[in-house]
């Protein structure tokens, strides 16, 4: 069984910023891609970022030079660093990685921002 737990979510003013974690645990060999999607009320999930486990990004246009994932191998964790935060990033952050074929989902952190 793999879990996935996230943390970091809340309430931020635009212009902020805010950290996401994400553990996974369990039976779990050869993590492959961690990633983070978000999905807004009324749209469909989309994808944040990405990084393979040879350390290659993918982000979203959206959050270009203001997002950054990292991961930690050693703790089965991916990070998402959320700088100069805008209204428009509010929605529910979801992890996801892969492993051996498989994917795994979290079960997401809501993320709002609003003064």
């Known amino acids: 069984q793999v879990q996935l737990v996230e943390s970091g979510g809340g309430l931020v003013q635009p212009g902020g910023s805010l950290r996401l974690s994400c553990a996974a645990s369990?039976?779990?060999?050869?993590?492959?891609?961690m990633g983070w999607y978000r999905q807004a009320p009324g749209k469909q999930r989309e994808l944040v970022a990405t990084?393979?486990?040879?350390?290659?990004?993918d982000y979203a246009d959206a959050v270009k030079g203001r997002f950054t994932i990292s991961r930690d191998n050693a703790k089965n964790t991916v990070y998402l660093q959320m700088n100069s935060l805008k209204p428009e990033d509010t929605a529910v952050y979801f992890c996801?990685?892969?492993?051996?074929?498989?994917?795994?989902w979290g079960q997401g952190t809501q993320v709002t921002v609003s003064s």
């Open positions: 996801r990685i892969t492993a051996r074929g498989r994917a795994y």
């Open positions: 369990g039976s779990i060999f050869s993590i492959n891609t």
């Open positions: 990084m393979s486990s040879t350390g290659t990004t």
